[in-house]
């Protein structure tokens, strides 16, 4: 089911990267709703499009925002290409199979949603009305929101996304401390796993919200980049440190959870390859010796050697010039020594 909803999920933001603010089919279509003028517009020229025309008249012209806007002052359907380049038909009756069940009551958007599953193809109504502006494609049906709404919206959704964002780096914080001290749980482990896949979610919201709202979304954008740095990596981390599978895996299957399927520990339990809370983990270490300024390749091959944290916190400096060498290893006693002083005093490492 969360491989149906991704695929359409994926083929909407499809559509609206076409019609997104600063592209020239969208200036056309704000300007036909601004001027309360309705239109029923068809992007795509394939066969089974031209079937379905009856009357109206050949265009064969240049697309641009401002003829498009005029052929719409008629009321028949205008044809262009899936390029976006010409409109090849304007003032066209649209006879869409009549027995396709659609959901709309006027007559502009029952041909503009019978059309679109019909052929698959892209097909806009505006409202005369309303100046509402409705696209379909297939079964897709999307409601154009106005580009002020999208920044409210967008606004309102960073403010929440930089609270969870607290959130995940007090649980970080407390794992920090937690794990120094030997007394992590898998549960600790979980709820930071949880918050990050939740800030995920919610980054997948305001992505749409920037492909929507096309050169208008790019302080949003920059936004989001901020708030969510190193999050993804930390989490990988985490899942190194606690899963009983391989990270990278683990994170597929969290990936394909919905976020109502989030709440629920046993989910994210099964993700990560356990039955019950209660097991006892022992932590690789990678998230914390990730801290240390020395090649990733050597942390990893002493974490393989001695198993988890604990060991390597116990080693002493001759003991890890045995798995790093003198120079390396005294690099890594000493930052491992200043970590654990600042996890201690409850600062961020």
């Known amino acids: 089911m969360h491989q149906k909803e991704n695929e359409e999920e994926q083929a909407l933001l499809g559509i609206l990267k076409i019609v997104s603010p600063g592209s020239a089919l969208r200036t056309a279509i704000d300007d036909v709703a601004k001027g309360r003028l309705g239109a029923l517009i068809v992007a795509g ?18 697309f641009t925002p401002q003829k498009l806007v005029e052929l719409c002052k008629m009321d028949g359907a205008i044809i262009v290409d899936s390029e976006l380049k010409k409109i090849l038909f304007a003032n066209a009756q649209l006879i869409p199979n009549p027995k396709i069940e659609t959901t709309e009551t006027g007559t502009r958007h029952k041909a503009a949603e019978r059309t679109a599953k019909q052929v698959d193809q892209l097909v806009i109504a505006v409202s005369e009305r309303k100046g509402s502006i409705t696209l379909y494609k297939g079964k897709t049906k999307y409601v154009l929101r106005s580009t002020q709404d999208l920044l409210n919206r967008s606004g309102e959704t960073l403010r929440m996304l930089e609270k969870h964002k607290e959130i995940f780096n007090e649980l970080t914080l407390n794992l920090n401390v937690l794990e120094f001290t030997n007394l992590s749980s898998l549960n600790d482990a979980l709820l930071a796993i949880q918050r990050a896949e939740i800030i995920e979610r919610i980054e997948q919201i305001i992505r749409r919200y920037i492909i929507e709202l096309g050169v208008e979304g790019a302080l949003v954008e920059m936004q989001l980049k901020e708030i969510i740095k190193g999050i993804s990596k930390e989490e990988l981390l985490i899942l190194q440190d606690y899963s009983k599978k391989d990270d990278l895996l683990t994170k597929m299957d969290l990936s394909k959870l919905p976020l109502d399927k989030l709440i629920d520990t046993a989910n994210l339990l099964k993700a990560l390859g356990y039955d019950k809370i209660e097991e006892i983990v022992e932590v690789k270490g990678h998230r914390i010796a990730s801290k240390i300024p020395l090649p990733k390749d050597r942390i990893n091959s002493m974490i393989l050697r ?18 790093l060498g003198d120079e390396q290893a005294r690099v890594f006693f000493k930052e491992m020594s200043n970590l654990k002083e600042q996890v201690m005093l409850g600062k961020k490492i």
């Open 45 to 62: 020229n394939a066969p089974e499009v031209l079937e379905l025309i009856n009357g109206g008249f050949e265009v064969n012209c240049k």
């Open 306 to 323: 001695l198993g988890n944290l604990q060991s390597m916190l116990s080693l002493s400096e001759e003991a890890l010039a045995e798995h």
